[in-house]
């Protein structure tokens, strides 16, 4: 398993992996995805002796490094040089339902068992708590033998402070660093290691300060070194045997150098003892600046520039100090409302290899693709820049800046794990993206005082993309219909008459002209991607509408359109393209995303968009013809997301001939975020085998043994199209809840997470009854499965579950 990696970070925090061999790698603390991002001689180790008989083996906490040929387009198992050389255990087990990784140490050179926890708080609803800059550690240590034995567990960090989080370090050299200093400080039974830079200038993006903690008086500090060996000198020196004073503060590192600073914890075992050390590694980096090239036309105002967004966590804190601190007084609440939710959804009727790919759906969420700036807005990258696209854009920074309307349309985990993140997204939409026209730019430009993206090329596609539009009434919907305000209809209203008027004058239901979309290109022709979405936007909008009369006008327009678009683009299996002769169309071909509208429409209860004959009819055929077994006889034209003897969902094929010269762009890739949703409407519609077929191949691909399965790619690292599986898991409970009436709906048998705005925890159902528990919040509920309750509304709470027998 050598190519996982979980990320360990909150929310818009930054983040370093812990990897299945238990090394730390990845660091992207400094507000900037880089994800081959270095911090050398950052460790943990282990030193076991005793007397009799002699022993004294000190190791540090890292599996042999993995080799073998590479993955395309994939950097999770790169290991550093300076690790390779490192005196490591002999194996690791590892284990994790994310965010919580579990590593074991392995090696017969010493009597004792070393096992790892490894997580950052994850409490859905919660945003602050689940937006520490923090990972935690726990080790647990026992002695396995019949002899006594001392032990010492060393962690070891480089001080990280002044650097850009961009450029390569060597060894101790980087840009940024120079004058680093590392202190010790001693409080409430903690010992830290408190590392500062006073010489950065206090708004450069390298500025702030981090932590090394541990929850032991007792500890002893080496706080200025510079080689491994050095620190591993000093852990099987004598200092670390008698209790020393604290050294002094390091004197401010040499230019251009930093430091390295380390904890020893020690302890002595009897046979059979066991002990348990915490250690948390804390960062404050406040100075997030919009410093990537954003899309648009050439304009200083926007390039790569020094305008301030700061982070929304250092409004809460005031310095890593600070941030350990609560860690160090709450640790215990957050590990148990962590593994609360942990055990919400393994505990759940998914299956194991279920549990972990969809609790895995979070890690996009609290990779750097996205963030909240210092005034609490949510910004999404499409991904993190990486191996895949180091072609055209490097492999430092966010991909594709800033919230992308059309990709985002895929995306289901943050609107259920943390709604009031989608809200502000809306807000963001329509308070400031939003044309005087009505359109919607299809990216936002930061920080949003600047002048958005009206009547300019924009890129990716370059006029305002329509299926981000529509997908924008879709999640508006879905926010109203979770928690949120009706306050956007004014603007989404203005937004469907300039669609109306742009792409449908005549009134007829169904779209024409061009339709830029996601695929990066204009689509020509009446189509059933752009056209389900719109059939599911007018839906969606009759229902949020508050004047009967337009409703009903949404209601005329849906059936005219409905019918016409299935009578355009049924051709006896699956939906066509109307025939064009321009470039870059699919025409005759099989799109996977040709239902998306539909997708949506099952997960806000809006109905059969067509034909329920004709849809099943398109999914069997999406499935039978675009699911490909296999890729070594393929030839990719573009981007490898699945190779060798991988299973994947081509994104459009042509069984019917007729391809294209010049064919729709990325028709020859796999995209998870198109398998999920063909995969979810797939259950939706009673079609498990072939949800199945796909959802197998997806989940081996990401097994660990060639790519991550905290990592789903795409145009970068953490792509945000993927956090569409989060319907996957809706598909298969069957719960389907609106908060504006407190419905509750159930139609899968067995154990579910159930999140509504206001509290979660999990439902069951079997033919006896539903019951429902709440962990978290409170949960009002007036009707389940259509029969409103007799008493009046019901509010479950935390302790007191609520139960309904059948009958």
Known sequence: MRFVAMPLGGIGTGNLAICADGALRQWQLQNVGNHRGDLPYTFFALRVSRPEPPLNTTLVLQGPAGSGPATPLVTDDHVPGWQRDLPGVSGTSFRATYPVANVDFHDERWPVEVALEAFNPLVPLDVERSSLPAALFTFTITNTGSLPVYMWLAAAVQNPVGHDGKTAIDGVR??????NVNRVRRERGWTSLVMENPSVDPVAAGAGQAVLTADSVSATVLPDWQHPQEFLRFLESRAVHTWLPDPPASGPS?????????????AALEPGESVRVRLCLAWHFPNRYADFNQFGPPNPQWGPTRFWLGNAYATRFADALDVAARVREEWTSLREDTLAWVDTIAGSSLSPVAVEHLAA????LRSPSCFQSADGAFFGFEG???????????????????NCTHVWNYVQAVARLFPTLERAMRATEFDVMQAPEGYLPHRVIAPTYLRQLWDVPIGGPVEPALDGMLGAVLKTYREVRHGGTDR??????????????????????????VQPSTHDIDLYGVNPFMGTLWLAGLRAAEEMSPDLGYARELRELFERGSAAYDEALFNGEYYEQQETDRDFQWGRGCLSDQLIGQWWAHQLDLGHLLPREHVVSALRAVVGHNLRKGFRDFDHPYRVFADEDDTGLLMCSWPRGGRPAVPTRYCDEVWTGSEYQVAAHCLWEGLDTEAWAILDGLWARYDGRRRNPYNEIECGDHYVRAMAGWSVLEAMSGISWDERTGHLTTRSPGRWPLLLSSGWGHLTRDPAGAEIVCTAGSMTIRALDGTVFEHGPVTVTPGHPFTVRSG
């Open 254 to 266: 040499a230019p251009g150098q930093t430091w390295n600073g380390g904890l020893v914890v020690p």
């Open 174 to 179: 980087a840009r940024g660093y120079g004058g």
């Open 488 to 513: 956007h209809w004014p603007a989404i209203h203005r937004m469907l008459t300039h669609i109306r008027k742009k792409w449908d004058p005549e009134g007829s239901g169904v779209l024409r002209g």
């Open 384 to 402: 993190v820049l990486g191996a895949s696209t180091a072609m055209w854009s490097g492999d430092v920074g966010g991909s594709c800046p800033l």
């Open 361 to 364: 759906q979070a890690a996009i």
